[in-house]
């Protein structure tokens, strides 16, 4: 396999590695869960036909996998690669060495113990399960990607790349703990909530009865309420700080599961990206496919200097393909750094943004309002409840609208279009005015009424808008920009994007 004019390995078909049924066969064991127990429920005290139908069930799994393992083979040809699969409806897919972006490689738990893979070939076309192989052996899913690199043009456009690897920005355990600290989250309420939901037939009626429940809150409180005043606060604060530290456990588990060993470096191809703990990914961006980054941050990780930057590139699936996290949790000089590898310019820190027309957000909050209010004034001869409720949400469509308002802004800089959007999740965006390939300018009523419009830069994975802005001026960037980019070859896109800022500049 590691050379391409061996006759074995080109032209004849391969089928995956045969472990990957068991691989399948285990990862589709979840799905089986709801069905085993409701058969054990009906058969509960029936020794023999309870082994039966578990046999049954894993005959079926493992019965499915073998079927799809004998259908599938895939062909590496000279310049492309062949994938074909399904049984009664057959499938055959060509995918040309110069058409793929890159070549993800992704391993999940049990994966990484049999030494097996999932290689994804990114087309820019978000192919998906058409474009994956599932499972092969892990040095054979490394020599597909420097088979398919060495003969696309992924390697095209990164020639001048320097020798590598060469790392540029890691994580260890403790900032990945540290930005668990910063991802709060209660998603294990969510969890436990949709699993009693799936396996209520299991689980006792008195827990889905509101009365039994009030029931037990009442007499909870009444007797804490018998203990005094104080022990009812410093019960209360007890359950906030369990909470809370509950929701500080869920984000530090989330943080390290997914983050684990972060790491970014410069190689011969691109910046080549791995992490996870569970499931390893493994994604590679050649500099001249990369169109926008993000900054990506919060309200108190900004107090910090923390944020994340994430990458926009000609790929479409995904996290292993159009978006790629190149710093999840970084620090500005660490994330300017990288930028620089890229030919990206960072946002000044004090760039000017102009922000959206205050009398369309203005009109558009008395419009939800106004129709709130409505229903208010209607829903109080059916409910007061009903009135009250509706006044509140008035009152945060009044808050989330201003918070909008505030937080949304738009520059050009450098060359590039600069967005910024978000109060929670605060974001911005800056993308390349070369990378652009559709410009649109549109107007709605409110809007012509101020004599304003949103101005959309059409990007391929992204898009970018200045929303609400004086029309002269969305006229007046609408032309700049296609002056920009009438003279722009797209077939060598990625050439232009990797070359230096003079260069295309001078372009």
């Known amino acids: ?127 998906g399960e058409e474009a994956k192989l599932r499972y092969v052996p892990l040095a054979e899913a490394h020599d597909l990607r420097q088979l398919v690199r060495g003969r696309g043009s992924v390697a095209a456009s990164s020639e001048a790349a320097p020798e590598g690897p060469d790392l540029l920005f890691a994580m260890g355990p403790r900032r990945i703990v540290t930005m668990g600290f910063y991802s709060f989250s209660l998603v294990v309420f969510a969890i436990a909530l949709a699993v009693a939901r799936r396996l209520d037939f299991l689980l006792p009626d008195a827990w889905f009865d509101p009365d039994t429940w009030w029931t037990s809150v009442k007499h909870g409180g009444e007797s804490l309420g018998s203990l005094g005043l104080w022990v009812e606060v410093l019960a209360g604060l007890a359950a906030l700080a369990a909470l809370a530290a509950l929701g500080v456990l869920s984000g530090v588990i989330r943080a390290v599961t997914a983050w684990w060993d972060f790491r970014l470096e410069r190689t011969i191809k691109g910046l080549r990206v791995r992490f996870g ?105 059916i409910s007061p409840l009903i009135s009250l409720a509706l006044v509140f949400m008035a009152a945060g469509h009044g808050l989330r609208t201003w918070l909008h308002w505030r937080r949304r802004g738009r520059a050009v800089s450098a060359g590039q279009i600069v967005t910024r959007a978000g109060w929670r999740r605060r974001q911005i965006l800056f993308a390349r005015k070369d990378a652009v390939q559709l410009v649109t300018l549109t107007s709605g009523p409110v809007q012509r009424r101020h004599a304003v419009a949103t101005l959309v830069f059409g990007l391929p994975s992204v898009t970018a808008a200045f929303e609400d802005i004086p029309v002269a001026e969305a006229e007046a960037i609408r032309d700049a920009v296609l002056r920009r980019i009438v003279p722009v070859d797209y077939a060598h896109l990625a050439a232009l994007l990797a070359a230096p800022r003079e260069k295309r500049a001078e372009a």
């Open 277 to 381: 703990l569970l499931t390893r990914r493994d994604v590679t961006v050649p500099p001249g496919r990369v169109l926008a980054a993000a900054l990506q941050t919060g309200p108190i990780r900004s107090r910090r200097g923390w944020q994340a930057l994430q990458l926009v590139s000609l790929g479409g699936n995904g996290e292993a393909g159009a978006h790629i996290t190149a710093a999840p949790f970084a620090r500005a000089d660490e994330i300017a750094a990288i930028m620089d590898e890229l030919n990206l310019v960072p946002p000044e820190r004090d760039l000017p943004f102009g922000r959206a027309s205050a009398a369309v957000a203005r009109d558009r909050f008395l419009l939800g309002a106004g129709l709130l209010g409505g229903l208010a004034v209607a829903g109080w001869w």
């Open 1 to 127: 396999m590691s050379d391409p004019a061996d006759a074995g390995a080109v032209g004849t078909p391969r089928r995956l590695s045969p472990l990957g049924i068991l691989l399948h066969s285990l990862t589709s064991a979840p799905q089986l869960i709801v069905p085993a127990l409701a058969g054990l429920w009906s058969m509960k005290g029936n020794a023999i036909g309870t082994s039966l139908f578990l046999l049954f069930l894993a005959a079926v799994s493992v019965g499915i996998a073998v079927v799809r393992w004998s259908a599938f083979r895939y062909t590496v040809e000279r310049d492309e690669i062949r994938i074909e699969q399904g049984i009664l409806h057959r499938q055959t897919r060509a995918i040309p060495f110069d058409r793929i972006v890159d070549v993800g490689i992704e391993q999940q738990a049990l994966a990484r113990i049999a030494g097996l893979a999932e290689v994804t070939f990114d087309s820019g076309g978000g192919a």
